[in-house]
Nanobody, 119 residues
Framework: QVQLVESGGGFVQAGDSLRLSCAAS????????MGWFRQAPGKERALVAR????????WYADSVKGRYTISRDKDKNTVFLQMNSLKPEDTAVYYC????????????WGQGTQVTVSS
């Protein structure tokens, strides 16, 4: 059974940092692209960062570029999202997701982890 389990969310002050983790299990993810999405109240879920499992290519949304870093640990089958200089507008539920190869659709999802940034 394929599973993505996020952890690391919490309540922080503006300017603080958090690191989210996504533990992947149930298959070999070498041909997958992993992504971090977020959904704030009343807003649509949006991709903030992604990384290809095999060759470490990354992409970031403009809103997080320079502040967030996505990475993966192949040995631990885990993807991370390091979030620095957090802002109140970063408050959202953050989801880890996976898609196979160049598929446009992320079809494997974690349960989400809440990040709240207070001003």
């Amino acid at each position: 059974q394929v599973q993505l389990v996020e952890s690391g969310g919490g309540f922080v002050q503006a300017g603080d940092s958090l690191r989210l983790s996504c533990a992947a299990s149930g298959r070999t993810f070498s041909s997958y692209t992993m992504g971090w999405f977020r959904q704030a109240p009343g807003k649509e879920r949006a991709l903030v960062a992604r990384i290809t499992w095999s060759d470490d290519l990354t992409w970031y949304a403009d809103s997080v570029k320079g502040r967030y870093t996505i990475s993966r640990d192949k040995d631990k089958n885990t993807v991370f999202l390091q979030m620095n200089s957090l802002k109140p507008e970063d408050t959202a539920v953050y989801y880890c997701a996976a898609r196979f190869g160049t598929s446009p659709v992320f079809n494997i999802w974690g349960q989400g982890t809440q990040v709240t940034v207070s001003s």
